[in-house]
């Protein structure tokens, strides 16, 4: 029985990696000149003007300001909660407080954060490849009591996918569900990787290899407690006490082994991650 449970799990994952990738395949756009043609003025805190031209196939602003590299334009931020925070266009560099970028299209001023995103094929194709490695690297390690790396690989991605990484957890709990079942762990599965998701990308300008082992430790240690709370619904708080209170010493090896899997894995897996996100 176990061993087909270990089939089902390559099956699922294959199919899952498969399906993403064809999409991505054949929804990708070809490189082809671009048909839009689009005016770029840079007016800096002096009232001088910088245009830019390009022609260009890009659905947004983000897009385009890419392109104008080659035309010595140059900008830079920090991914925040909400999108990309520009704070340096061409050279000069503002503090988001006193002062900020501006983004005005047609005249009229535009925000081009959170909802400028929409769902691309390449965006399928990283969600599958992150939801079919959370479900691979789970059963890998399935055979250690209470040690795993779907934590750490839910923080990683968080740092570098950003909300994308919501729908690869809600994907990974469907792969779950079609492999083991539908069971009371599956309602705390959809509150508790999507809650250490949210908690990341809150922290993600942190670099520091030990913050996030101990991130990822207290994540561990809470972990029952957090799975307990299904129980207040069904049983009751005593239920819900007890149930937490005789895991202690399973949520202490989670907690445990979550330090120890981010501290060996972090930097070589920013640095992997790191290389990836220039060459792309």
């Not at 994952?13 to 929804?27: C, K, T």
């Amino acid at each position: 029985m176990k061993n087909k449970k270990y089939l089902y799990t390559i099956i699922a994952v294959a199919a899952v990696i498969a399906v993403m990738l064809g999409i991505y395949s054949a929804n990708r756009p070809d490189v082809t000149e671009g048909s839009k043609s689009v005016a770029v003025t840079v007016i800096d805190d002096e009232g001088k003007e910088s245009q830019y031209f390009a022609n260009t196939q890009a659905e947004f602003l983000k897009q385009v300001l890419d392109e104008l590299s080659e035309q010595d334009f140059t900008y830079s931020g920090e991914e925040g909660q909400y999108g990309l925070y520009i704070d340096t266009v061409n050279d000069v560099t503002v503090d988001n407080k006193s002062a900020y970028w501006g983004f005005y299209v047609n005249g009229e001023y535009c925000n081009y954060g959170e909802m400028t995103w929409k769902m691309t094929a390449r965006d399928v194709a990283e969600i599958g490849v992150m939801s079919a490695s959370l479900t691979a690297g789970k059963t890998v390690m399935s055979f250690l009591p209470n040690i795993e790396i779907v934590s750490f690989l839910i923080i990683m991605y968080a740092m570098y996918f950003g909300r994308k990484v919501f729908l690869s957890i809600f994907v990974f709990v469907a792969v779950e569900c079609m492999i083991w079942g539908f069971n009371i762990w599956t309602v705390m599965y959809l509150y508790i990787w999507p809650l250490l998701a949210g908690i990341t990308l809150l922290l993600k300008n942190h670099n520091s290899v030990m913050f996030w082992a101990l991130v990822s430790a207290v994540f561990g240690l809470a972990f029952g407690g957090l799975c307990s709370l299904v129980y207040v619904f069904s049983g009751g708080f005593k239920t819900a006490f007890a149930w937490w209170i005789a895991g202690i010493p399973m949520d202490v090896a989670h907690c445990v082994g979550n330090f120890a899997v981010m501290l060996a894995l972090y930097k070589p897996i920013r640095t992997v991650m790191d290389k990836i996100k220039d060459m792309v």
